[in-house]
């Protein structure tokens, strides 16, 4: 399951947040793929052809 960034948060600030702040956008979204979503795919459907990616 995937929850909002402050659910579940008791003081209005992100449950989670990545090391690299650059990467906070890519977890717990709930829109589409993400990165890794859309590479597992690849690797176990996509011999040699890959999806366009394109975050949002």
């Excluded at 003081?11 to 990165?35: A, C, D, V, W, Y």
């Excluded at 795919?41 to 052809?49: K, P, V």
């Amino acid at each position: 399951m995937h929850y909002a960034p402050k659910d579940g948060s008791k003081n209005g600030k992100n449950t989670m947040e990545t090391l690299n702040p650059l990467f906070q956008q890519t977890i717990g979204q709930r829109i589409g793929l993400s990165f890794l979503d859309a590479k597992a795919i690849n690797l176990a459907y996509c011999q040699g052809e890959h999806i366009i990616y394109t975050l949002r």
